[in-house]
């Protein structure tokens, strides 16, 4: 089970704590509730590091309180950035580009946002560091995103032979600018990363995408936090060329939105117990991509209003399959489409996807396994897979120690009797808070 795995050093004071399993029970009516989710990872971390980087202060607000949130904070402290954290409120002291400590250890636990954006503001800067992430952050990929930060001017070094992969030694002078060519299809990441350094490099930076990029939305999201902070970017349509000025970053005041992908869960929940759920602070209109989950259960035979205030899924008596449906634009959110997919009336093909087998875990596997040991059908590509209709006959599962792993799985949980799931602590990489959000619905589950 992954406890034994659980990589407990990359939990921090902001996890759920002391807690082995976490024990779901069957909904005895559908859950009917209105609630608010917290604040976004992908824009919490975009605008500490941007505000880190920035001429003046930025003052934060609706800050995720998780353990992404937090290691990025540690790492830019030890960097010698001041931060003042004060309930989900954070002042952020920027360096003006310039990391006031210019040496030492820099811990990115288990956030693949804060291991690509900073390795790569770092770049941009003046120093030498040693930059190591957690367990598996270590073995995530960071070849592509390396590759180009050498080609700008950093001397990046692993320190496992063969790998290129964090922990590194960075040694950094700054990024020369210019024209650099970038892949997209293993992590919109990397070209996410290089855009957030990019203000500072001593040129205008041309970045051109030469294939795709999985998952468009967050690159766009990149740009728009750029310019919010002062930035000058322009960019095609397609996003497969980008040019930034070098302008450095202006501090500012910044309310973070709420997290579309943590939402997924709870309207899954509305979808799977016939019940209805209203995330009370999102809109349609954000960039985030998992918000298109909505659209999926629709297709699956939900009602959504995306009208008023917040959006407002509601589960039928039973929902649709007979789907193939392509997941690469908000990849997230598979596994919670297919923790849903033996409950739907037909098979559900799950394409697109390679890329997250080199997520928190490999999640297409994680998926098979999850659902053979349940007794579900299911068929295991390259980049996706096929879910049967079934009976999942409840058991300990294990969370790989990925927080969308358990999050969905938790979701099973209130339809399926007898569904147990080993360290539940890990979903505090993003949402500490989940499994009392549960509870605030009408979920009912204990934690042991
Ligand atoms: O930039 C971001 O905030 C993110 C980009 C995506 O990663 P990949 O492009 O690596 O799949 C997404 O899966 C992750 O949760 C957040
Ligand atoms: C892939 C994820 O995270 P990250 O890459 O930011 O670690 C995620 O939150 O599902």
Redesign the pocket.
């Known amino acids: 089970m992954s406890s034994n795995h659980a990589d407990l050093q990359a939990r921090s004071p902001w996890a759920l704590q002391d807690v082995t399993r976490a024990s779901m029970f069957p909904a005895t009516r559908p859950i009917d509730a209105d609630l608010v989710v917290p604040g976004s990872?992908s824009f919490t971390n975009r605008a500490l590091i941007v505000a880190a980087l920035a001429r003046g202060t930025s003052r934060l607000s609706g800050l995720l309180r998780s353990d992404d949130a937090y290691w990025c904070i540690e790492a830019l402290r030890s960097l010698g950035v001041k931060v003042d954290v004060a309930e989900d409120e954070v002042t952020v002291h920027g360096i003006a580009g310039s990391w006031p400590n210019a040496n030492g250890r820099i811990y990115t636990g288990?956030?693949?946002?804060t291991a690509r954006f900073l390795t790569s503001a770092l770049a941009a800067g003046t120093g030498e560091w040693y930059v190591e992430g957690s367990k598996r952050m270590n073995e995530r990929p960071m070849g592509v995103l390396f590759n180009t930060l050498r080609d700008l001017g950093a001397t990046i070094e692993p320190l496992t032979k063969g790998q290129d992969t964090l922990p590194v030694q960075l040694i950094a002078n700054g990024l020369r600018g210019g024209r650099v060519q970038m892949s997209g299809s293993v992590s919109s990441?990397f070209i996410s990363g290089v855009l957030i350094a990019a203000p500072y490099a001593k040129a205008p930076l041309t970045v051109e995408i030469t294939d795709t990029i999985v998952q468009h939305a967050y690159v766009h999201i990149t740009l728009d936090m750029m310019r919010a902070f002062g930035s000058e970017v322009v960019a095609n349509a397609h996003l497969s060329e980008m040019t930034v000025s070098p302008t450095g970053y202006q501090g500012r005041d910044y309310e973070i939105e709420a997290d579309a992908s943590t939402a997924c869960y709870f309207w899954a929940i509305a979808a799977l117990t016939g019940g209805r759920v209203r995330v009370k602070n999102l809109s349609y209109d954000t960039r985030q991509p998992d918000v298109h989950f909505v659209d999926v259960l629709k297709d699956m035979g939900c009602a959504v209003d995306i009208g008023g205030q917040g959006i407002e899924v509601r589960g039928p008596a039973r929902l649709r399959g007979g789907l193939t449906i392509s997941m690469k634009e908000m990849s997230?959110q598979a596994l919670t489409l297919a923790f849903l997919a033996p409950f739907a009336d037909g098979p559900i093909a799950i394409t697109d996807v390679e890329h997250i087998r080199h997520?928190?875990s490999d999640r297409l596997a994680a998926i098979c396994e999850t659902l053979s040991r349940l007794g579900i059908e299911v068929e295991e590509r390259r980049d996706g897979v096929t879910i049967h209709p079934g009976t999942p006959s409840g058991t300990l599962l294990s969370s790989y120690d990925d927080h969308?792993v358990a999050m969905a799985q938790a979701i099973m949980g209130t339809r399926v009797q007898g569904i147990d799931i080993d360290d539940p602590g890990c979903v505090s990489k993003?949402c500490p808070m989940f499994f009392d959000k549960l509870k605030e619905i009408g979920v009912n589950v204990t934690l042991a």
């Open positions: 990872k288990a956030g693949g946002t990441q997230d997520h928190e969308r993003t």
